[in-house]
Structures are given as structure tokens and as C-alpha cells.
């Protein structure tokens, strides 16, 4: 078991950046892929990046390339997404998620996740 608790969220103005940590727990936390997904209103959750669970293998969905950037730290059991120049299409709640098949594959563990919104 894994649990995942995100924090970080907020409001900025588009250029701007966030970011979100992933705190976990469980012994099994650091042989986890870890990926960040995102809901908007209306939409479809779709996976904006994800890492590996040693952490040298890092994917981003062609939206966030560039721009965001996925880390994590074993040792203290944490997930991290740098967001830079946020744009307003970014706007969604974001969740950690943690499972087997890196990329885009099954996950089975989620926080609560956290609410980014970005103005215009």
C-alpha cells in the first residue's frame, strides 16, 4: 500500500510557476513509477509526466514538454512537478499517482490532488 498526499496547488498568473510536491508512505514508495496526472473541468484525466522508479527515466505529455519537469527523492519519499510558464489551458487539479507500468500505464495508487488554476 501507498499513500500519496499532494500540496502545492494554487493560483498564478499565466508565465508563471508552481510547484507541486507529492509526499508518500509505505515501504514500497521508492520501487513505484510515480507520475502526475490532470483533470479540467469537462475534460478527460490525462498523464502530464511521469519518472521511473530509480528516477533516470522521466516522460512528459507533448502539452508540458518543456515546461514542466518531474522529480522525485527517495530518500525523503517525495514527487516533485516544476511548472514554468504556466498557461491558463494548464488550469486543472493535478494528482500523484504511483504503479508498475511506466509511462502510461496502469496506476494504482492517487492522492486527493491539488488544485492549479492560472489567469489570463
Known amino acids: 500500500q501507498v499513500q500519496l498526499v499532494e500540496s502545492g496547488g494554487g493560483l498564478v498568473q499565466a508565465g508563471g510557476s508552481l510547484r507541486l510536491s507529492c509526499a508518500g508512505s509505505?515501504?514500497?514508495?521508492?520501487?513505484?513509477?510515480m507520475a502526475w496526472f490532470r483533470q479540467a473541468p469537462g475534460k478527460e484525466r490525462e498523464i502530464a509526466a511521469a519518472i521511473s522508479w530509480r528516477g533516470d527515466l522521466k516522460y512528459y505529455s507533448t502539452s508540458v514538454n518543456g515546461r514542466f519537469t518531474i522529480s522525485r527523492d527517495n530518500f525523503k519519499m517525495m514527487v516533485y512537478l516544476q511548472m514554468n510558464n504556466l498557461k491558463p489551458e494548464d488550469a486543472a487539479v493535478y494528482y500523484c499517482a504511483a504503479g508498475w507500468e511506466y509511462p502510461t500505464g496502469r496506476y494504482d495508487y492517487w492522492g486527493q490532488g491539488t488544485q492549479v488554476t492560472v489567469s489570463s
Open positions: 509505505g515501504r514500497l514508495f521508492s520501487s513505484y513509477a
